[in-house]
C-alpha cells in the first residue's frame, strides 16, 4: 500500500525494525506512520519525517527511536520515498524532509487520507 503525504507518494508499510536502507540503494526519505482506528476507517498519524544519508540508515537505530515508540499509540510503521542521488544530494532530501514536516505541522497530526497538504 501507498501513502500519499504532502503530495509525495510513499510505500510501505514496513516494520520500523526491519528496515534497512544500504548505502548502494537509492537514498530515502522516511515517514515514520502511526495507524491507528479500525480496519474498515484506519488513520494515520505522522510521527517524525527524516532522510536517509549517502551511506544508507538502519531505521531500527535512529536516534529519535525512543521519541517514535513514546508517540506511539497504534502500530509504528515506516513508509519511504525513493530519492535517487541523480535527482538530489543530501541536502534535497533534507529539504525535502523539511518541505513535508512544515506542511503537516506539528509533527503528531493526521496525514489526510486525500493526501493534500
Known sequence: MS?????????????????TVRANQ?????????KGGEPWLPTFRLVDIDHSGDD???????PR?????AAND????AYLLDVPRKQG???HRRMLADE???????????IPLSGGM
Do not use: T
Open 3 to 19: 501513502l500519499k503525504i504532502a503530495d509525495h507518494l510513499f510505500y510501505g508499510p514496513f516494520p520500523v525494525d526491519s528496515v
Open 74 to 77: 497504534g502500530e509504528l510503521q
Open 89 to 91: 544530494n543530501a541536502q
Open 26 to 34: 537509492a537514498p530515502v526519505v522516511l515517514a515514520i506512520v502511526c
Open 65 to 69: 527511536r525512543r521519541d517514535w515508540d
Open 56 to 62: 544508507g540508515v538502519v531505521v531500527a537505530q535512529h
Open 100 to 110: 513535508i514536516r512544515a506542511a503537516l505541522a506539528p509533527l503528531g497530526g493526521e
